[in-house]
């Protein structure tokens, strides 16, 4: 077989087309062959191919631009091009295709949509026996499952404008329909044709713009073309979609064990579809297990960004145990952990492990021998086996820090045989592990499918950060800088920042291998979700780093970021003085502001004299990291108050100096509340300000939009599933450029506008490719939002909801009700809310206490993850009055 590709494509000198044609995947990664194409004008470019093609079969492939050895470009390859065998009699196809950058309706290509939302299911071309055919393929991404296109034009064969003899089409690729037509029952050498599409009302819906004019080209016996045809666009709302966000571990059913589990998920589906959302948005659930303790509560420090939590696994799901003593003792354990308000982290787990190792002595054998865990290990033995060795040595040791293990300091992959042969002590020692990750993965994807067949968009949430003691951090230690810890700058949550503990990425070595690590960690969170939220994708762009030896965030610097010499600072007009710029500023006037009566004896304790009224820290003190050591075990409030006052002391510095470049600075973030800022003269502090706006918004967009591109779009690039990122915080404008670039969703939050301008946002401005929702889980929920600061509400009862007179505290049910509406009336594609929010219009089911809604306290780096909703969803599902009230507000939404 011939097969003649055409592509038209502007091309300066030393660049080259090349066709890639998918031959299979290999890890998540397309395996191709390459074509390399031809022109003569530097825009036609073409390729011959011979290939032995079987009718009823397709090729799929997509295109790249090549400079020497290098790909400057790609092509949109979320959906590749197909090209379908279909014709019986054919010998030669020429294909006449355009270039496909990302679409802006990207997002009606994802899982989330065809899947979820849509149900679309794809269609097998009918096999063409014409002499001579042309094909016309053409992307129509808004139709429903249940819409069909058809193809119409003036000649006879596509029924004269007569909608009733109008050609049906297939749907033979994601969002792209095929017909073949006889070339011999067409007339002219022209084409004038125009698509529209069919729904359950039989009504046709026309294509927007003029009639399509499509030459026909000379054709011989057993030619088949194909022509790619641009995107029929239909005048139809755009999708806009309900949901809900709820913690995993927070949901409460009446056959959970204390915690919100995989079986607790579907019946939360079968409570968004009931209520006609259309989205269920959940935290990660990826395994935190470092002390066994209620600190791994936190759901963002995860310790393997594919291994799941053991706590969410369903056991009613399961074989159940033959001790029937057994039985008895877990079931009055679950019962009386159930009935908590609040989940005890430690119990819960230590009992769904013991029961797993009962069941595993019970079941495992005859589990690890069935042909659906052996498919299991194969797809997921890179990074299992790591995984479970990693487990079974933090628990043999005692502790999660591999440093401090008697040996395998790190994974050594010799042992990974061993570890993967059934006959081996190696293998039997962590097979528990295996199995356990086995049922997690098999009951996820078990919700996944229940999801989709309930036309709900499953949405996880990937955190920026990874444990540093994690399993991550001990098998591939050269994608980590250890000698730093991410976190983010002050803001309304945290004066001092915040500090996650995690380790920094090493994207110089990341981008070696094309950030195969986050490829492969966004392709498993494919297999479970349909969308998933990028928790701070401003760490795309930099970092917040914060020296390994500080405990606030105050000292951090963006990473990468463009530091300063001493001549630009200089260059600004502020006269450099390194020590007093660079090193705490510490004098009698700031030592008695911070520590008033206990200033003299922080001066004989902690601190030495250098000159005037000028001290340093004395060395077993001066970094935050020694005091903090140092007060460990003292909780009395002087103690806690000169601890912070140290901890204060040493971080006030103008500027910090460059992890990388000791000759480069940075102005220290938030320092115009500190004391060396105070100390300035007034025309000093003019030059520093201006200085310091340059830097932090200015000076790095251009750069910081560079490094987003470089791994972002692979990222993007990497799964069908619908992109969110949570982009809150302090935002350079180069983010919007490569959200809006990547046709990312954005987050907006009506209390925390991104226009500086103004105190609240405008909903109606909302973009529509965003999530628009109230509160998150790091804030503070509807109820106690409204009551947190009363001048603040004041303003948005009158000008946000213009409403007179005082604003009523609390909030009230019919008011809770219009803000909720207000939000679900916006423009923006999902509109999801908390459980929390969502219950706040209903006082009779809401908490009375709105407190104890609370999920996350970001300014306490040791908050105990526990909240668990107070209803139970059967409750929920059978509270009628509840439920028509969400279904009412969705509907005249238009959601």
Known sequence: MNIHFHLDYNTYYGQDLILNVIKGYHNGEKETTEYRMHTTD????????????????HMDYFYTVQCGDNTERKEWSVVTHRLEFDAEHAHNYSVYDHW????????????????????????????????????????????????????????????????????????????????????????????????????????????SGNNRIITLPLMEEGDVTIYELDEAFFPLPPVRIAGTLVPLFSLRSETSFGIGDFGDLKKMIDWVSLTKQRALQILPINDTTITHTWTDSYPYSCISIFALHPQYVDLTALPTLKDAKARERFEKNRKELNALPQIDYERVNFSKIEYLHLLFEQEGEKALKSNAFKTFFKETEHWL??????????????????????????????????????KNKAYKDVAFFYYVQFILSSQ???????????????????????????????????????????????????????????????????????????????????QYFDAYRIDHVLGFFRIWEIPINSVHGLLGQFSPSLGMSREEIEGYGLQWQEALFTEPFITDWV????????????????IEHT?????????????????????????SEKDIWIRDGLYALISDVLFVRDRKNPNL???????????????????????????????????????????????????????????????????????????????????????????????????????????????????????????????????YFNTMLHREGPAPHPLPGWLARDIVSRHLTSPSMLCILGIQDWMSIDEDLRLPDPNAERVNIPANPKHYWRYRMHVGIESLMKNDAFNSQITDLVHLSGR
């Not at 530097?42 to 079969?57: A, C, I, L, S």
């Not at 030592?591 to 304790?605: G, I, M, P």
């Not at 077993?620 to 140092?630: I, P």
Request: charge should be negative; charged fraction near 25%.
């Open 385 to 422: 086996v790591p995984y479970a060795q990693y487990s079974y040595l933090r628990d043999k040791y005692g502790t999660a820090d591999f440093s401090l293990w008697p040996d395998h300091h790190q994974w050594d992959e010799t042992t990974r045989k061993a570890l993967s042969d059934p």
């Open 444 to 526: 996820l994807k078990a919700v996944h499918e229940y999801a989709q067949a309930h036309n709900v968009i499953l949405k996880g949430d990937i955190p920026i950060g990874v444990n540093r003691y994690g399993c991550d951090v001990w098998t591939e230690p050269r994608y980590f800088n250890l000698n730093g810890q991410a976190g983010a700058p002050p803001d309304d949550f945290s004066v001092n920042g915040q500090n996650w503990g995690f380790p920094t990425y090493n994207w110089e070595e990341m981008l070696k291998d094309g950030c195969q690590w986050w490829i492969k960690r966004f392709q498993n969170m494919a």
């Open 665 to 795: 600075f940075h102005p220290r973030i938030s320092v115009q509340h500190d004391f060396i800022y105070e100390s300035l003269y007034d025309s000093d502090k003019a030059i520093f300000n201006r200085l310091y706006n340059d830097y932090y918004y200015r000076r790095n967009n251009q750069f910081w939009y560079q490094e987003a591109m470089k791994k972002l779009p692979k990222l993007v690039d990497a799964t069908r599933m619908l992109v969110c990122a949570e982009d809150l915080g302090m935002v350079p404008s180069c983010v919007a450029w490569v959200m809006n670039e990547l046709r990312i969703l954005s987050l907006e939050i009506q209390s925390m506008p991104k226009d500086p301008h103004v105190r609240f946002g405008y909903l109606g401005a909302n973009p529509y490719r965003s999530v628009s929702t109230i509160s998150t889980h790091d804030m503070a929920t509807l109820r106690q939002w409204w009551d947190e600061d009363w001048p603040r509400t004041q303003d």
């Open 591 to 606: 030592l008695d502001r911070v520590f008033k009566e206990h200033a003299n004896e922080v001066r004989e304790n902690y």
């Open 100 to 207: 496909h950058d990302i679409p802006e309706d990207s997002f009606l290509y994802s899982s989330a949509i065809t899947d979820s939302v849509m149900g679309k299911k794809l269609g097998k071309c009918k096999t063409n026996i014409y002499n001579k055919a042309i094909t016309l393929k053409v992307r129509a991404p808004q139709l429903n499952a249940e819409d069909k296109l058809y193809i119409a034009g003036a000649e006879l064969a596509l029924g004269a404008w007569n909608v009733t003899k109008a050609l049906p089409m297939t749907q033979h690729n994601i969002n792209e329909w095929s017909v073949a037509l006889d070339v011999t029952k067409l007339t002219g050498n022209t084409l004038e044709v125009k698509f529209f599409m069919k729904g359950n009302s039989d009504i046709p819906v026309w294509e």
């Open 42 to 57: 530097g825009y036609h470019w073409e390729v011959n191919m011979q290939k032995d093609v079987r009718p009823g079969t």
């Open 611 to 635: 000159w005037g009224d000028h001290y340093k820290m004395r060395p077993a003190y001066d970094t935050q990291r020694k005091v903090e050591k140092a007060f460990e075990d003292k909780t």
